[in-house]
């Protein structure tokens, strides 16, 4: 696949926390309609650069050197008020743990509607025609079940699905994803894999899909990025890296994945 417009640019990217350097030199962009799997082992810095963009890095942490640019906007200079826009409407997040934020004593339907109300001006009954509509596109079952239940009455994986749902209501032309399948079973691991390419079929949305599964990148990332103590490995079209890696470390990553997977 090919792409043109880049939507996202990372340029010479340094962040640190409370003056220690933990992500060094990073530059990628990430173009429209792209999947880009960031991966590396724990503690090398792949939440910390997706947290930069949206500019919730929290206290102490700090991008130091470099730009990231959502289209013509530097994100690194924007006011708070400003990143909160693009929170959401213009980046949506996905976590690990995005079915644990929806508040345990609200109806799903009930968060789905107030998370839109939230961003703008709609009414209850269009909110409700977007999330049905939505979960129509997105195949799921049981739809009225769902969305009257509490999330203690769902399983996980469809608390997480419904996270990924709320987060996709937004319509955002770019998806920040941080392991967004490995709390899940592996059936519904695959499922939310699924959705994913299914909005970047249906929306064309660029996704950053951070994880520590080789397979899931396989899947569905066109490009990958591995980055190990800050610092980037290999970058490059992910036929290529998971191929042909060039890199010793990406290398010795690989190789605790058995080959099948890597098709
Ligand atoms: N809020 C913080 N304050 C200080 N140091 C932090 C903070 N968040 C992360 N770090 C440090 O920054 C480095 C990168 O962490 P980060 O969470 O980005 O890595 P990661 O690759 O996402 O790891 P994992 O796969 O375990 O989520 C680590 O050394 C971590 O200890």
């Not at 924007?78 to 997040?93: H, S, T, V």
């Not at 079915?99 to 001006?121: C, F």
């Not at 994803?177 to 939310?192: H, I």
């Not at 890199?247 to 098709?263: F, G, I, M, Q, W």
Request: hydrophobic share 40%; aromatic share 6%.
């Amino acid at each position: 696949m090919e792409f043109n417009e880049a939507i996202l640019s990372y340029d010479s990217v340094d962040i640190s926390y409370n003056g220690q350097k933990v992500v060094k030199d990073v530059s990628f962009q990430l173009h429209k309609g792209e999947i880009l799997g960031l991966v590396g082992e724990s503690g090398s810095g792949k939440s910390t650069l997706i947290k930069a963009c949206m500019g919730i890095l929290g206290d102490g942490g700090m991008v130091t050197r470099g730009d990231i640019h959502f289209g013509q906007k530097n994100l690194i200079d924007l006011p708070e008020k400003e990143l909160r826009q693009i929170r959401g409407a213009d980046i949506g997040m996905i976590f690990q743990d995005a079915g644990a934020s929806l508040s345990p004593i609200r109806t799903v339907g009930d968060q789905i509607i107030e998370s839109q109300m939230a961003h703008g001006k709609i009414s209850r009954e269009k909110a409700k025609e977007n999330a049905f509509s939505l979960f129509e596109k997105l195949n799921f079952r049981e739809v009225d079940r769902v969305w009257n239940s509490y999330p203690f009455e769902l399983s996980g994986g469809m608390n997480q699905r419904v996270g990924i749902a709320i987060a996709l209501l937004m319509n955002p032309p770019i998806l920040l994803a941080d392991e967004p399948t490995s709390a899940l079973d592996v059936s519904v691991q695959r499922q939310v894999v699924e959705e994913m390419i299914r909005c970047r079929e249906l929306f064309g949305t660029s996704i950053i899909i951070v994880t520590h599964d080789i397979g899931v990148v396989s899947a569905m990332a066109d490009t990958v990025l591995v980055l190990k103590n800050g610092e980037m490995m290999e970058y490059g079209k992910a036929s290529e890296v998971l191929n042909n890696p060039q890199n010793d470390y990406t290398k010795l990553l690989l190789s605790a994945v058995p080959k099948l997977v890597r098709k």
